[in-house]
């Protein structure tokens, strides 16, 4: 068998249990997605000749990846793609101070001696959050915000000491993948509550069925995978401590402009995704997981995570920072940590430090509004023009699904469609939820103007024939 440079120090025999595994016969079938324009022969990579036939120099080097780079596909209009990952302004003073050296090339804190810079920098994001979440207790951080929900189910079974959680079939799938991912080895009950069909929320007579002594949390997405806003979280929540259970709520952070906080819903642990806050899409990451907790130290000693704390010098005179509960990570604890995260993805959080002090909560809250405002419209339009909407009955948030039922067409069809017109239409949800049929996920930000709403309308009218 060929050794493959993409897969060093295998032996063959460890490659070919790999491939049983994964019901293939070559490794090579594992790249067969990618296009034949893009691939770029194994022998040239071995050379470091990449298709010249000979060594080249830095100026050819760098008008051959620029050539490459010019194949990729820049949409304007900003994708309309729900599902998680949205396109929002990201203000140029954020990417300025990233870039900083003194920010970029840091890594984990360990020596607070020489990093009071950074750690400052985290101890704001830290503050900004739990003031934005209305918790306690916030770390830095998490690599995404589905791994922050799989640590929060985690952590929820070693507080409570129980085997059984309890996830709405209405949260991002894409969460719950990882969420399985995460738990599996560890022997958990994982139910699904379903969700009531007239309004896309979580179906409280199941949720109250399936509720008992052997639950150790409940999970809830507000706003849920829908874009839809779960208008009974306070009752939700109740019933989960009326059994002793950890309540754990999901957010995306910029609807916190408008809806209310975890805090205020009685979370004991609050989790997101902080793409939204000056990120980017970034082809899909880095991104950042959001991670708080209210003040109990039964919670606040089994996070996962890093802690940035603020103390002073002996004799009172000067502040500073460090790494605080530091029993949880890998580097003292090892195999009985609380979580093996390697990283802290603490430049993310920093952009998003950046990001939040930048709007302020009055910013925060005048964008929340141009977010619900633009949806709004578009889903308006949409009525307006034929396509079915009305799905569900709660209000929404940023997204919202469209359904694309008896049209002769699949949405997977009118996706390729929209693509020759250099528009990226919404998240087919269709794999995970069959139910809703020829159903689309859209999303809409202050990057999506009403001209760019109106053109999107007028070219799935043209594509569908309404």
Known sequence: MDNHPWIPNSTD?????IMEKLGISSIDELFKDIPDKARIERTEWDRLEIGFGKPISEIEAKRYINGLLEKNKVFDPPPFMGGGSYPHYVPAIVKYIVSRGEFLTAYTPYQPEVSQGLMQALFEYQSLMAELLDMDVVNASMYDGASALAEALLM???VKRRKKVLIPRNINPFYREVAETYLEPHSVKIEYIPYDRRTGLIDLEELASKLDRETAAVFIQNPN????IE???LDISDYTHKHDALFIVGVDPLSLGLIKPPGELEADI?????????LGMNYGGPYLGIFAVRYDMKLIRQMPGRIIGLTTTVDGSERGFAM?????????RREKATSNICTNEALSAIAAAVYLSLLG???????AELIYYRSHYAYELFKRNGFKVDIFEADFFKEFPVNFNGLGISYGEIHEKLLEKNLHGGLYIREWYPELGETALFAFTELHNVSDIEYLIESLKSIVGV
């Open 324 to 332: 605080i509960l530091q029993t949880r990570e890998q580097h003292i």
């Open 13 to 17: 025999d460890v490659k070919r249990k």
């Open 361 to 367: 909560s009055d910013g925060i809250r005048e964008l």
């Open 231 to 233: 208008e009974n979280a």
């Open 225 to 228: 995978f829908f874009g839809l």
């Open 270 to 278: 609050a989790i997101g995704e902080g793409q939204p806050l000056g």
């Open 156 to 158: 929820s079974i070693r």
